[in-house]
């Protein structure tokens, strides 16, 4: 395990982690390579998860802070949302984006994010 990331981003280290150890990543994400960006408006800086083969690493983006700056960054996939969002779950991260409340580029990132916190198998 890493001990350098803390909140959401540990979160998502552990759950990769445990793909990998099982060898399940290519299985549970099978479009490789994949770089997805995640910024929590409320808790910055955004983060890149990079998945490739039977590998992932995770980088801490410290000049992404706003969730405009994404459009700059390339990336298969960004979503920007805060916190509360996030932990209202798939109900309420589908009105906060009929709300206009999170930005998203691609809806695929809802899917690759219920992978990692283990709501979609």
């Known amino acids: 395990m890493c001990p350098l990331f803390e909140g ?3 979160m998502i280290y552990s759950a990769l982690w445990i793909l990998r ?3 399940r990543l290519e299985k549970v994400f099978p479009n490789l ?14 983060f890149m998860v990079r998945v490739d083969k ?10 992404i802070e706003d969730p405009k700056d994404l459009d700059n960054i390339e990336c298969d996939e960004y979503l ?4 509360e969002i996030l932990y209202k779950g798939p109900a309420g991260i ?6 206009g409340k999170v ?7 809802l899917t690759v994010l219920a992978k990692l916190l283990g709501v979609a198998g």
Do not use: C, G, H
């Open 33 to 46: 390579p994949l770089k997805v960006v995640v910024l929590l408006t409320d808790s910055p800086p955004a």
């Open 21 to 23: 150890t099982f060898r």
């Open 103 to 109: 930005k998203l580029n691609n809806f695929e990132i």
């Open 8 to 10: 959401f981003p540990a």
């Open 94 to 99: 589908r009105d906060a984006i009929a709300e």
């Open 80 to 83: 920007a949302l805060s916190t």
């Open 54 to 63: 039977q590998d992932f690493e995770i980088e801490l983006l410290e000049d």
